[in-house]
């Protein structure tokens, strides 16, 4: 081995003697193979070194010998720039500090223990300022890094507070209520969560939302005293490099682990003190964790309920935080929040860094036509996958990604074509090769078995149980299924939790008759993607992925959808505006048409409820609004009319002023609970009766007569009309009723009602 270093400088040769090889093989831990692959070791060597150690710390010494081995002049800087990139600042220090070993180091990289509290500080935050300003982020699925300018780049994402939010630990959820939260949140800014100390935070986000970004922020923050000025020491620690240290026993040790240059054992135990703890899903003992009555014989599960007697910060996917809840019930000084994604700004600024420039206003055009790419391109994960998708293809793209099936469809078929088969091939070859159909079925299978069993963090002996045709899991598996190491071995978590729903939804299409899919009541999340699968367009991908399972008959696949929607109608107890709406998402999805049974379905509804209605709130995501627009589009065409039109909502969007103006054309009855501000269009056609309810807004006489004498003038049967009492045209609505053709009306106004024309006077 001595022969490799005669090539290196003085200072080189030492950093990579014998003994700095074996500290710093201890050192790296589980997290030897993310090094190997930053320093551009090849898998199958990273294979053969896994199979040829048992021991960890082995493994990680023979990776580092097989990189020095195969670099003609290995580098100290390309050490330190391969474990930047995995965020291993840690032994970035220890690097420097074996480097200099012979020099004393500065304050930002070791404090002695005879130094105090103000020092310790100190060194703290020039080491986050030194380290954490930009950080190499892995978006999920795509294992491409894009380099992050926290300072710069954070003021783009969007929090709410979601203190109130129903959450559900199954995951399929996360999506929807994502959704819904775009919606009925309003974004609180960064300064007014941070700068009001709270004893506890709970950050929650979907995977790739940018959670991290936002901890991180939080450290240069407070480094820059801008936050938690009352807080003398900040410690970030993350979950899935907790799970290598489970026989860690006291805090103190924790922090001597990961701080040990910076604390070199100083108690922090007299001391205010701040811990960030990022990633709680996949902290690996989170069930013994959050149920204190299980036994456990790890250590490290006591030391995290014991940080919780200090001021902390927790952040972790919707689920973990929710599961969290139960423990911070007397809690009084805690917030909840939860991470949006970008908002508009943040994503303009992507497409124009992320975007090859002759591709940026197909991506634009898409973000525009298509309701459902604006919302989800929010998400970090979502955005970065459809500007790969449209920037590799010479597709076409302003008219893609329609349905949420269809979005999911893209982005599952890119990566498996661009990230485990690579091939730039097209995809209709690769889906013509049968391994390729088996590969994907095994995917989804392994997905539908573990989604229905509610679990996200699985072992291989769990998979091995659903797909037992294999002698071990496939290294193929993973990008789909990301993989985390530990001491005890390795655990397995799918790379995104929509993308196990869509897996399991096509599992579901391709192996289950319509009779088991109805009857588990797990996959009621997945019907309107089941559906979506059911969408006989040629022209879009779904068709590669629904004819994975020969032994399942055509004939049932065809009428699935139908028979789906037929057993939702008949399912519905209360016919509530959510299960409209459900009826309204399958029906989208699945692109179909009103065909005879589904007329019959419908009127069948109508029957039960007395008509169909529709309703534009707040609360309603722009993807329901579409839903509700190709629904309704089919319904009038049909020659049905509408029961009621349910307006609460003043500034509306383009698709919600579509819906408003087509339900308008064919419907009985309107209901306003608020002004409208609708410019450049007026009401056409007659409706039977009319509610305003306006006894909360002030209005003024010009708006009063745009907005609702329109609505009024076309009213044929019934008024009911609410107003302010500090409106001063009364004598004018009561002229305006007068000359229309209102036979019945309620009007309410400064406590008195009024229900003839000879009472229309004060």
């Known amino acids: 081995m001595g022969q490799l270093f005669t090539h290196l400088k003085k200072d080189e040769t030492t950093v990579f003697s014998q003994a700095f090889k074996l500290k710093f093989s201890d050192s790296v831990g589980v997290d030897w193979r993310t090094l190997g692959r930053w320093l551009n070791i090849e898998e199958n060597y990273l294979d053969m070194i896994d199979q040829e150690n048992l021991k960890i710390n082995a493994k990680a010494y023979s990776m580092l010998t097989k990189w020095l081995q195969m670099n003609d002049n290995p580098t100290v800087d390309e050490l330190k720039i391969a474990l930047k990139k995995m965020n291993r600042m840690d032994l970035i220090r220890k690097v420097e500090e074996f480097t200099n070993s012979s020099n004393p180091l500065d304050v930002a990289s070791r404090?002695?223990?005879?130094?105090?509290?103000?020092?310790?500080?100190?060194?703290?935050k020039n080491y986050y300022l030194k380290y954490?300003?930009?950080?190499?982020?892995l978006q999920p699925l795509l294992n491409a890094p894009a380099n992050v300018d926290l300072i710069q780049k954070f003021v783009?994402?969007?929090?709410?507070?979601?203190?109130?939010?129903?959450?559900?630990?199954?995951?399929?959820?996360?999506?929807?209520?994502?959704?819904?939260?775009q919606m009925s949140y309003t974004p609180i800014p960064y300064s007014k969560i941070f700068m009001n100390e709270k004893s506890v935070i709970l950050i929650s986000g979907i995977a790739g939302i940018g959670k991290t970004w936002l901890l991180r922020k939080c450290l240069l923050d407070w480094s820059n005293n801008l936050i938690w000025n009352n807080v003398e020491l900040v410690f970030y620690l993350e979950c899935r490099r907790l799970n290598q240290y489970q026989n860690v026993s006291s805090i103190n040790e924790l922090l001597n682990v990961f701080y040990k240059d910076i604390l070199n054992d100083f108690d922090i135990s007299k001391h205010t003190a701040l811990f960030i703890i990022d990633g709680l899903d996949e902290f690996k003992y989170l069930n013994e964790l959050l149920n204190p009555n299980l036994s456990c014989i790890f250590p490290i599960v006591n030391v995290l309920a014991?940080?919780?007697?200090?001021?902390?910060?927790?952040?972790?996917?919707?689920?973990?935080?929710?599961?969290?809840?139960?423990?911070?019930?007397?809690?009084?000084?805690?917030?909840?929040?939860?991470?949006?994604?970008?908002?508009?700004?943040?994503?303009?600024?992507?497409?124009e860094n992320h975007v090859i420039e002759e591709k940026k206003e197909v991506v634009k055009a898409t973000l525009k036509e298509s309701p459902l790419a604006k919302v989800m391109a929010t998400v970090p994960f979502y955005l970065s996958s459809m500007c790969k998708i449209i920037s590799d293809s010479s597709k076409i793209y302003?008219?893609?990604f329609l349905t949420m099936t269809e979005l999911y469809a893209n982005i599952f078929l890119y990566f498996l074509q661009q990230h485990i088969i690579k091939n730039n091939g097209l995809v209709y070859e690769m889906m013509a090769n049968e391994n390729n159909k088996k590969y994907v079925l095994t995917i989804c299978r392994i997905a539908f078995e573990l989604f229905i069993e509610n679990k996200f963090i699985f072992s291989k002996e769990e998979v091995l149980l659903f797909i037992n045709n294999f002698n071990?899991?496939?290294?193929?598996?993973?990008?789909?299924?990301?993989?985390?190491?530990?001491?005890?071995?390795?655990?397995?978590?799918?790379a995104h939790l929509t993308v196990m729903e869509f897996c399991a939804s096509v599992y579901a299409y391709n192996c289950l008759s319509f009779e088991e899919i109805m009857a588990n009541e797990k996959l009621k999340s997945c019907l309107s993607m089941i559906c979506g699968l059911s969408n006989k367009n040629q022209n879009i991908l779904l068709k590669f992925l629904v004819n994975l399972n020969p032994s399942k008959k055509s004939k049932e696949e065809s009428s699935l959808s139908v028979s789906i929607l037929d057993r939702l109608s008949k399912s519905f107890e209360i016919l509530s505006f959510h299960e409209f709406n459900f009826f309204h998402e399958c029906f989208y999805e699945s692109q179909s048409s009103f065909t005879n049974e589904l007329i019959s379905i419908v009127d069948e509804l109508n029957k039960r409820r007395f008509g169909w209605s529709i309703s534009i709130n707040d609360g309603k995501t722009s993807y329901a609004t579409s839903c509700d627009n190709y629904f309704v589009n089919y319904y009038i065409k049909s020659g049905r009319k509408l029961l009621s039109l349910f307006v609460n909502k003043n500034i509306l969007s383009d698709e919600e002023k579509n819906l408003l103006i087509r339900c308008s054309t064919n419907v009985r009855n309107v209901s306003f609970n608020r002004p409208i501000n609708?410019?450049?269009?007026?009401?056409?056609?007659?409706?039977?009766k009319l509610w305003i309810w306006n006894s909360r807004y002030l209005i003024t006489k010009k708006d009063f007569k745009e907005n609702f004498l329109p609505w009024i003038n076309l009213c044929e049967k019934y008024l009911i009309l609410e107003l302010h009492d500090d409106i001063d045209f009364f004598k004018d609505i009561c002229e305006w009723i007068r000359c229309s053709n209102i036979k019945k009306f309620e009007i309410t106004y400064r406590g008195k009602y009024f229900r003839n024309l000879d009472e229309l006077t004060l």
């Open 306 to 351: 014991e940080i919780q007697s200090y001021k902390h910060v927790v952040a972790g996917r919707v689920y973990a935080i929710d599961k969290c809840q139960k423990i911070y019930r007397e809690y009084g000084d805690k917030l909840t929040i939860q991470i949006m994604g970008f908002n508009q700004d943040g994503v303009e600024n992507y497409v």
């Open 132 to 137: 954490y300003g930009k950080i190499n982020e």
């Open 398 to 400: 302003t008219t893609s």
């Open 678 to 688: 609708f410019e450049g269009w007026k009401p056409k056609d007659k409706i039977e």
């Open 156 to 181: 783009d994402l969007c929090i709410v507070d979601a203190h109130n939010a129903q959450m559900d630990v199954v995951c399929s959820v996360e999506r929807k209520k994502f959704l819904e939260k």
């Open 111 to 124: 404090v002695h223990v005879n130094k105090g509290i103000s020092e310790v500080c100190t060194a703290l």
């Open 472 to 494: 071990e899991v496939d290294e193929s598996l993973f990008g789909f299924i990301e993989r985390v190491e530990t001491h005890l071995g390795y655990f397995y978590q799918f």
